[in-house]
C-alpha cells in the first residue's frame, strides 16, 4: 500500500496548472461507446478513476490509444459483450455510466453493483427511473439486467437531480426515437461538458446548463474531438491549499465562472482570490477571519446541486475553517457519511464539534500537529493532505490510493509549490 510522507507548515509558492475536470472525464469515456467511429479525448486526467474506466471499455471490446499526454483515442466498432465486468465495476461508482450507452446501442445491460467512495447511502433509484421511462425493462438480483427492444423518448422528471442519472439519462436519449424532457436535471460543468461532446458527435440537445435538458433523438452518432473543461474541484483545493499555508498560489488553466460557488463559500472565511483570463491568483495577505452574517450571526457554508457549493468542496472548506478566526456552521446535506473524516482532524488539534452526521461547528484558528492518517475516500482524502501541509512536524497519509483516484501526480505537483512531499511504497 503506498503512503504519503509529509513534514507540513511550509507555503506553498508558485504556478500549478488545473488538471482536465475527473467527472468529465469519466461520462465522456462511456459516451464514447454511443458510436462506431473514433472519439479522441483531451485533457484527460491521468488518475486511477480514469483507467479503470478505461479497462472496462477495453473489456467490452474497444480500442484505446494515447498518441499523447493526456490525450485517449478510443474506437469501439463493435460491442462483444453487454456485461460490465464486475471486478471494475466494484472500484468505482462512474461504471454505472455504462449502462445507458450499452442500452442504447445494444439493447441490453448486464450491471454489476457500483462500487466507490463510502459516503453514505448513494441511490441508484433515478438510473432505474429514467432508464426505465425510455422504455428498458429491468431485472435486479446479484446484477441490475437492462433490456430494451427500442427506448423511445418520454418527459421525465428525475426524483433527484443526480448528475450520473442525469448523464446516463441523456446517453441513453440521444439514440432513443423521438424526444425526450428531462426536468430536474443536474447542470453541473461536468454534465454541460458531456453535453456539448454529444453535440459534437451530432446529438440535438437543448437546455444546455438549465435544469431541463430536450434531447430530439437520432439514429447514428460520428466520432469527434472533444477537449474536457478544468476540474474545478481540483481548483478550489489548491485555493485552500495556498490560504492554510500562506502561500501565494497562480493556478493556471482553470474556469473563474466555475468557482463562484466556491468564491461565494470560502468568502465567509475571509479567503479571496483575482483571476485573469484562465489564471487564478491566491495572494498570500488573507484575511483569514470569518465573515459574519448580519447582526453578527455565525455564517453557515452548506452544499446544494449546482449552482450550489459543491458537496465534493464541503471537505476542503471544513480543514481550511480549523485556521480561519472565528466559528462557522458546515452542513453537509446530500451525503450522511462524508463528515466522519472530522474526527481525525480533532485529533490533530482541530476545534470542531460534530452535531451529528450532516452538521459541524468549527472554531479557529487551531494550531494542528503532524498525524498518522488513512484515506477513506478521494476528497477526505484530499482535505487530509491540506490539514497536513498546514500541520507542525511530520505526517503519513495511507491508503493514498483513494486521493490518486481525483487527483493527478500529486506529490510532484506540489513539490515544485515547495511542500515537503514524497511518496512510498
Request: proline share 6%; aromatic share 4%.
Given at each position: 500500500?503506498?503512503?504519503?510522507?509529509?513534514?507540513?507548515?511550509?507555503?506553498?509558492?508558485?504556478?500549478i496548472?488545473?488538471?482536465?475536470?475527473k467527472?468529465?472525464?469519466?461520462?465522456?469515456?462511456?459516451?464514447?461507446?454511443?458510436?462506431?467511429?473514433?472519439?479522441?479525448?483531451?485533457?484527460?486526467?491521468?488518475?486511477?478513476?480514469?483507467?479503470?474506466m478505461?479497462?472496462?471499455?477495453?473489456?467490452?471490446?474497444?480500442?484505446?490509444?494515447?498518441p499523447?499526454?493526456?490525450?485517449y483515442?478510443?474506437?469501439?466498432?463493435?460491442?462483444?459483450?453487454s456485461?460490465?465486468p464486475a471486478?471494475?465495476?466494484k472500484?468505482?461508482?462512474?461504471?454505472?455510466?455504462?449502462?445507458?450507452p450499452?442500452?442504447?446501442?445494444?439493447?441490453k445491460?448486464?450491471?454489476?453493483?457500483?462500487?466507490?467512495?463510502?459516503?453514505?447511502?448513494?441511490?441508484?433509484?433515478?438510473h432505474?427511473?429514467?432508464?426505465?421511462?425510455?422504455?428498458?425493462?429491468?431485472?435486479t438480483?446479484?446484477?441490475?439486467?437492462?433490456?430494451?427492444?427500442?427506448?423511445?423518448?418520454?418527459?421525465?422528471?428525475?426524483?433527484?437531480?443526480?448528475?450520473?442519472?442525469?448523464?446516463n439519462?441523456v446517453?441513453?436519449?440521444?439514440?432513443?426515437?423521438?424526444k425526450?424532457?428531462?426536468?430536474?436535471?443536474?447542470s453541473?460543468?461536468?454534465?454541460?461538458?458531456?453535453?456539448?461532446?454529444?453535440?459534437?458527435?451530432?446529438?440535438?440537445?437543448?437546455?444546455?446548463?438549465?435544469?431541463?435538458?430536450?434531447?430530439?433523438?437520432?439514429?447514428?452518432?460520428?466520432?469527434?474531438?472533444?477537449?474536457?473543461?478544468?476540474?474545478?474541484?481540483?481548483?478550489g483545493?489548491?485555493?485552500g491549499?495556498?490560504?492554510?499555508?500562506?502561500?501565494?498560489?497562480?493556478?493556471?488553466?482553470a474556469?473563474?465562472?466555475?468557482?463562484?460557488?466556491?468564491?461565494?463559500?470560502?468568502?465567509?472565511?475571509g479567503?479571496?482570490?483575482?483571476?485573469?483570463?484562465?489564471?487564478?491568483h491566491?495572494?498570500?495577505?488573507?484575511?483569514m477571519?470569518?465573515?459574519?452574517?448580519?447582526?453578527?450571526?455565525?455564517?453557515?457554508?452548506?452544499?446544494?446541486?449546482?449552482?450550489?457549493?459543491?458537496?465534493?468542496?464541503?471537505?476542503?472548506?471544513?480543514?481550511?475553517?480549523?485556521?480561519?478566526?472565528?466559528?462557522?456552521?458546515?452542513?453537509?446535506?446530500?451525503?450522511?457519511?462524508?463528515?466522519?473524516?472530522?474526527?481525525?482532524?480533532?485529533?490533530?488539534?482541530?476545534?470542531?464539534?460534530?452535531c451529528?452526521?450532516?452538521?459541524?461547528?468549527?472554531?479557529?484558528?487551531?494550531?494542528?500537529?503532524?498525524?498518522?492518517?488513512?484515506?477513506?475516500d478521494?476528497?477526505?482524502?484530499?482535505?487530509?493532505?491540506?490539514?497536513?501541509?498546514?500541520?507542525?512536524?511530520?505526517?503519513?497519509?495511507?491508503?493514498?490510493y483513494?486521493?490518486?483516484r481525483?487527483y493527478?501526480?500529486?506529490?510532484?505537483?506540489?513539490?515544485?509549490?515547495?511542500?515537503?512531499?514524497?511518496?512510498?511504497?
Amino acid at each position: 500500500m503506498s503512503e504519503y510522507l509529509i513534514n507540513g507548515g511550509i507555503p506553498l509558492n508558485g504556478t500549478i496548472k488545473v488538471s482536465g475536470n475527473k467527472n468529465a472525464a469519466l461520462p465522456c469515456i462511456a459516451a464514447a461507446l454511443l458510436t462506431d467511429e473514433p472519439v479522441t479525448l483531451r485533457n484527460i486526467p491521468d488518475i486511477e478513476d480514469v483507467h479503470v474506466m478505461l479497462d472496462v471499455f477495453t473489456a467490452l471490446g474497444g480500442e484505446v490509444q494515447t498518441p499523447e499526454t493526456n490525450v485517449y483515442k478510443l474506437h469501439l466498432k463493435n460491442i462483444k459483450s453487454s456485461e460490465i465486468p464486475a471486478e471494475q465495476a466494484k472500484k468505482i461508482r462512474a461504471s454505472i455510466l455504462f449502462a445507458g450507452p450499452i442500452l442504447a446501442r445494444t439493447g441490453k445491460t448486464i450491471l454489476p453493483p457500483p462500487g466507490g467512495d463510502v459516503i453514505g447511502r448513494r441511490r441508484l433509484d433515478t438510473h432505474f427511473l429514467v432508464l426505465t421511462e425510455l422504455g428498458s425493462k429491468v431485472k435486479t438480483g446479484e446484477t441490475f439486467t437492462f433490456t430494451a427492444k427500442s427506448l423511445n423518448g418520454a418527459d421525465i422528471f428525475l426524483d433527484e437531480a443526480s448528475v450520473t442519472a442525469t448523464e446516463n439519462a441523456v446517453m441513453a436519449a440521444v439514440l432513443a426515437k423521438g424526444k425526450t424532457i428531462l426536468t430536474n436535471a443536474a447542470s453541473e460543468p461536468h454534465v454541460q461538458d458531456l453535453c456539448m461532446m454529444l453535440v459534437q458527435m451530432g446529438a440535438k440537445i437543448d437546455g444546455i446548463g438549465s435544469n431541463i435538458l430536450t434531447i430530439n433523438g437520432v439514429k447514428k452518432l460520428s466520432g469527434c474531438d472533444f477537449t474536457i473543461g478544468p476540474d474545478f474541484m481540483e481548483a478550489g483545493s489548491f485555493i485552500g491549499l495556498a490560504a492554510v499555508t500562506g502561500g501565494d498560489l497562480h493556478i493556471e488553466g482553470a474556469r473563474p465562472a466555475d468557482m463562484r460557488p466556491a468564491k461565494v463559500a470560502f468568502g465567509k472565511l475571509g479567503i479571496f482570490w483575482a483571476h485573469e483570463g484562465a489564471v487564478i491568483h491566491v495572494p498570500k495577505n488573507q484575511n483569514m477571519e470569518v465573515n459574519h452574517d448580519l447582526g453578527g450571526m455565525i455564517p453557515k457554508i452548506d452544499d446544494a446541486p449546482w449552482p450550489g457549493f459543491p458537496p465534493d468542496l464541503l471537505s476542503i472548506v471544513i480543514v481550511v475553517a480549523t485556521q480561519i478566526k472565528g466559528t462557522v456552521l458546515v452542513h453537509e446535506k446530500m451525503y450522511e457519511s462524508r463528515m466522519f473524516f472530522v474526527d481525525k482532524l480533532i485529533g490533530m488539534g482541530a476545534r470542531i464539534v460534530l452535531c451529528d452526521p450532516h452538521r459541524a461547528v468549527i472554531s479557529g484558528p487551531a494550531k494542528l500537529h503532524g498525524s498518522e492518517l488513512i484515506s477513506p475516500d478521494v476528497r477526505a482524502g484530499m482535505a487530509m493532505l491540506i490539514a497536513t501541509m498546514c500541520a507542525e512536524g511530520k505526517s503519513v497519509i495511507r491508503n493514498v490510493y483513494q486521493i490518486e483516484r481525483g487527483y493527478e501526480h500529486l506529490p510532484e505537483r506540489l513539490a515544485s509549490l515547495g511542500a515537503k512531499i514524497e511518496r512510498t511504497e
